[in-house]
């Protein structure tokens, strides 16, 4: 289900924005919506047989039901989630209408920062 929800440019510019902030540790990028979604970016060497579908429907859900769940928390309003996996991470910064979701190799918990501040500008 994917489609061309971005023009080249703006797809370029988030996969480069990825890259400035992780380097070679970047895996993948995906621009998602409520409806659609397209992966913008995957390293040379890994398999297009991701459930993309099943990934995308699930960080949307989980989106929306973590910014609810937290809404007034002393913790302060939701910035972006890391998923830590065995062969690797999945950040997901998500906006109310789009959102991306990047897999990285390892990295230090203010790689994540920088990646999820960079990638947070460039969706606003």
């Keep these: 289900m994917t489609s061309d929800l971005l023009d080249a440019e703006?797809?370029?510019?988030?996969?480069q924005t990825c890259r400035t902030a992780v380097g070679d540790s970047l895996r993948s990028v995906t621009y998602f919506t409520r409806d659609d979604f397209e992966q913008i970016y995957l390293r040379g060497g890994l398999d297009r047989d991701a459930d993309l579908t099943t990934f995308v429907g699930h960080e949307w859900r989980?989106?929306?039901?973590?910014?609810?769940?937290?809404?007034?928390?002393e913790l302060g309003a939701y910035e972006y989630?890391?998923?830590?996996?065995?062969?690797g991470y999945l950040i997901?910064?998500?906006?109310d209408s789009r959102g991306v979701?990047?897999?990285?190799?390892?990295?230090?918990m203010g790689d994540f920062?920088?990646?999820a501040a960079a990638v947070g500008n460039v969706l606003r």
Excluded: C, H, M, P
């Excluded at 989106?63 to 007034?72: E, N």
């Excluded at 997901?92 to 906006?95: C, D, E, L, N, S």
């Design 92 to 95: 997901r910064v998500t906006t």
């Design 113 to 115: 920062d920088a990646l």
């Design 10 to 15: 703006a797809g370029e510019s988030i996969v």
């Design 81 to 87: 989630t890391i998923r830590v996996f065995e062969n």
């Design 101 to 108: 979701f990047v897999t990285t190799d390892g990295l230090e």
């Design 62 to 73: 989980g989106f929306k039901t973590t910014q609810d769940a937290y809404v007034g928390s």
